[in-house]
């Protein structure tokens, strides 16, 4: 076998990154776009030690699962990659892979009590990211192309409002009629790089314009034509960016109209959301999540519960409503003042935040802890925690987690001393391989 040889390909499977999987002659071979069933013809594009990557040419046995996506360019874009399967099996894939994933890593059987999915899968996200960029003589606004810096023209998100669309497409004219120019990352130069924009539950915008330079031209008359034509917009804001990265940190934030922030609603509590907050960008799943979560939980009135890795307080101040003291814990500090901010508007006076580290702040407390919620990033949470809980002997732990592989790692680390009582998976973003985890344990 050779690069751009075709061969015959069944899809067996989809790994975590959403590409079919099949084999060939006993190699594996990894297809964006196969569908579990499918029977296609494939070029080889790439080839490896043990398997190789392969583009679709022509398929010759369409998977019962397979589905027109609903979106135009969701083969370029690649941040959809399972919009061409069928929403429920999409739910069975994430099963099937919490499950393998367990056992792989973690070397436990567990079972999924259930996988939480949506009812309307699309138009789901609260907050949409999106970058400038230049063909010929035009600026354009959309997403990155799988794997490049190469910019796709926006159409219509499926994942967003699509007012949000709208408003982005509209800035980006605006950006054409006044001769603004576009942030290229290998000179280091040019003025716009992203636009974010985030929507509350009343419908009301936040846009905040991301840019290397300081100044923008014509800059307030992009904001009053923002305004007129947009009443849904309620302020706009500049974050500077001046380093040879797109990672949001160490910017400068500018407000150049409104308040600049945004009130959003959770269960029953209001929410101040800033450019920059970590705030869940899918409500509708968050809410099934959280109360998931508090029935996992059981609290009790006497309880005393700590939300360790709590943001902007969003799950301590849900559950002080349950308990007699809710603590939130949080290396960030914006967050943990968000957080204070957020109690003091709620009027909560049972709930209490701490700037640090987890595995220190819980040693700190006079109280047992009755439960303890954990809902680190991506990298699972730190061993020094796991091995402070362990050492605190904490009745029960709620761990939420978006990623199943360090998941899995920690659970095992747990194992011995916790026994798992519950699994439920909640799909906070259909159409993508990504998934959210909430485990039950209990002290042994």
Do not use: W
């Amino acid at each position: 076998m050779k690069i751009t040889d075709t061969i015959k390909l069944e899809c067996e499977d989809i790994n975590h990154q959403g590409m079919g999987v099949g084999r060939y002659q006993g190699f594996l071979f990894f297809v964006p776009g196969l569908i579990i069933g499918d029977v296609a013809i494939v070029e080889i594009v790439e080839l490896k030690k043990n398997y190789g990557f392969g583009k679709i040419k022509e398929i010759l046995k369409i998977s019962p699962y397979r589905i027109e996506p609903a979106c135009p360019i969701y083969s370029e874009c690649g941040g959809c990659s399972l919009l061409s399967l069928d929403y429920q099996e999409q739910l069975n894939l994430k099963v099937r892979m919490a499950e393998a994933t367990f056992n792989r890593i973690g070397h436990l059987k567990l079972k999924v009590d259930a996988i939480i999915g949506m009812e309307n899968p699309f138009r789901y996200r609260n907050k949409a990211l999106f970058t400038f960029g230049r063909i010929k003589d035009e600026i354009v606004c959309g997403y990155y192309r799988q794997g490049t810096n190469e910019v796709i023209p926006l159409v219509d998100c499926k994942t967003t409002p699509h007012l949000s669309t709208e408003i982005a497409l509209y800035i980006k004219d605006l950006a054409n009629l006044y001769g603004l120019s576009v942030y290229d990352n290998t000179t280091d130069s040019g003025l716009l790089r992203q636009l974010m924009l985030r929507v509350n539950r009343d419908g009301e915008y936040m846009v905040a314009m991301i840019t290397r330079d300081d100044e923008i031209p014509h800059c307030n008359e992009i904001v009053t034509e923002l305004l007129e034509r947009y009443h849904e917009i309620k302020t706009i804001q500049q974050i500077v960016n001046r380093k040879n990265s797109n990672a949001l940190i160490d910017t400068e934030m500018r407000t150049l109209t409104g308040p600049g922030v945004l009130i959003d609603h959770l269960m029953g509590l209001s929410f101040i959301v800033s450019s920059q907050s970590f705030f869940q960008t899918n409500l509708y799943q968050t809410e099934k999540l959280y109360k998931k979560v508090i029935d996992y939980a059981k609290p009790q009135p006497t309880d005393i519960i700590v939300d360790a890795y709590c943001g902007v307080g969003t799950m301590t101040l849900i559950f002080a409503a349950y308990c007699r003291k809710a603590y939130g814990i949080e290396v960030m500090s914006e967050a943990i003042s968000d957080a204070r901010d957020n109690a003091k508007m709620n009027n909560i006076k049972n709930a209490e935040f701490f700037l640090g580290k987890a595995e220190l702040e819980i040693t700190k407390l006079d109280s047992p802890i009755d439960i303890l919620i954990v809902d680190p990033p991506r990298k699972g949470c730190d061993q020094v925690l796991l091995n402070s809980i362990i050492k605190q002997n904490i009745k029960k732990i709620i761990y939420i987690s978006c990623d199943v592989a360090t998941l899995a790692r920690d659970l095992a680390y747990l194992a011995p001393y916790y026994k798992i009582e519950g699994v439920t998976l909640v799909d906070m973003f259909p159409h993508s391989m990504h998934v959210e985890t909430a485990v039950m344990m209990s002290r042994k």
